[in-house]
């Protein structure tokens, strides 16, 4: 299973990124993808995650600001608003299923003040 994200960048604060994931492979239909993100000098820590039946399990610090979806079985989106300066990370896709634990590279976000 891989799995490529993109959609990353620089964004001011208060304003919003589109983060997407894109997982190639087999993968069980039970399954679960989410976003996880690691800043500098700290541990990765989870953001959201969705289920493939569309349960959704957010982080207290990006509640009511960004929302992850499923757009197809092998796909998430992860839409940030009103990004603050603490969201800068690098932000990491992952999928869990019957067959293992899987991350993508990861992808930059930067939110300047």
Do not use: H
């Given at each position: 299973?891989?799995?490529?994200?993109?959609?990353?960048?620089?964004?001011?604060?208060?304003?919003?990124?589109?983060l997407s994931c894109a997982a190639s492979g087999s993968i069980s239909s039970m399954n679960v993808m989410g976003w996880y993100r690691?800043?500098?000098?700290?541990?990765?820590?989870?953001?959201?995650?969705?289920?493939?039946?569309?349960?959704?399990?957010?982080?207290?610090?990006?509640?009511?600001?960004?929302?992850?979806?499923?757009?197809?079985?092998?796909?998430?989106?992860?839409?940030?608003?009103?990004?603050?300066?603490?969201?800068?990370?690098?932000?990491?896709?992952?999928?869990?299923?019957?067959?293992?634990?899987?991350?993508?590279?990861?992808?930059?976000?930067?939110?300047?003040?």
């Amino acid at each position: 299973v891989q799995l490529v994200e993109s959609g990353g960048g620089l964004v001011q604060a208060g304003g919003s990124l589109r983060l997407s994931c894109a997982a190639s492979g087999s993968i069980s239909s039970m399954n679960v993808m989410g976003w996880y993100r690691q800043a500098l000098g700290e541990q990765r820590e989870l953001v959201a995650t969705v289920t493939r039946g569309g349960i959704t399990n957010y982080a207290d610090y990006v509640k009511g600001r960004f929302t992850i979806s499923r757009d197809s079985p092998k796909n998430t989106v992860l839409q940030m608003d009103t990004l603050k300066r603490e969201d800068t990370a690098v932000y990491y896709c992952n999928l869990k299923d019957i067959g293992g634990d899987y991350w993508g590279k990861g992808t930059q976000v930067t939110v300047s003040s």
